[in-house]
């Protein structure tokens, strides 16, 4: 069964202290990658996507990675607008069609 | 960037009545859009897949009488929750597949109460 798992479930930080976020999987015909900012109340912003281990992708102070098994998202100097939660989906072919199946998230607190 | 909007942002209404959601891409064609729900401190649940021109293909669970969806048009995909009761109380989120690159981009979500 596909399925994705982040961890932590919640993450505080202080401003300026750099952290990495997991995102682990098990699909059949891993399509892609996606990592997703969410605020409260707002649909998932688009951040990256990713095909094929060892890839790298950045974007001003994050970082996505990609192993056979899993996603790093990593935080450099965070600061408090980094705040919120960030999700992970992996792109898997359903019986003729695309769908992302999605983890439960990262809810992300940066303190100033 | 790629743009998703969604009307409306919030609706209330009272049990029985039915609510459409309108999903649009702004700037780029979607052959395929997608309705997820999502509960509170939840993830995003994916309730069907929308194809233009042909019938949504629904998850598990989702019922298709329930949660009527229309994909007219490569840039419009309609949710309709018929004879909504509280519990069709959540967050409900469009999203779209721009056809020329393999991105799939959310619309701002449709927080629907049902009293």
């Known amino acids: 069964e596909d399925q994705v798992t982040q961890s932590p479930e919640a993450l505080r930080l202080q401003e300026g202290e750099s952290s990495s976020l997991n995102c682990s999987y098990t699909?059949?015909?891993?399509?892609?990658l996606f990592w997703y900012r969410q605020d409260p109340g707002k649909g998932p912003e688009f951040l990256f996507t990713l095909y094929s281990a060892g890839e790298e992708k950045e974007k001003e102070r994050l970082k996505a990675t990609l192993t056979k098994k899993e996603s790093f998202l990593h935080i450099t100097a965070p600061k408090p607008e980094d705040s919120a939660t960030y999700l992970c989906?992996?792109?898997?072919?359903?019986?003729?069609?695309?769908?992302?199946?999605f983890g439960a998230g990262t809810r992300l607190a940066v303190h100033p | 960037g790629a743009v998703v909007s969604q009307h409306p942002s919030r609706v209330i209404c009272k049990s029985g009545t039915s609510v459409k959601i309108e999903c649009r891409s702004l700037d780029f064609q979607a052959t395929t859009m997608f309705w997820y729900r999502q509960f509170p401190k939840q993830s995003l649940m994916l309730m069907a897949t929308s194809n233009e021109g042909s019938k949504a293909t629904y998850e598990q669970g989702v019922e298709k009488d329930k949660f009527l969806i229309n994909h007219a048009s490569l840039t419009l995909s309609t949710l309709t929750v018929t004879s909504a009761h509280p519990e069709d109380s959540s967050f409900y989120i469009c999203?779209?597949?721009?056809?020329?690159?393999?991105?799939?981009?959310f619309g701002p979500g449709t927080r629907l109460t049902v009293l």
């Open positions: 999203s779209a597949r721009d056809d020329q690159r393999n991105e799939q981009f």
């Open positions: 699909v059949s015909g891993l399509r892609g």
């Open positions: 989906a992996v792109q898997a072919w359903d019986g003729g069609y695309n769908k992302l199946i």
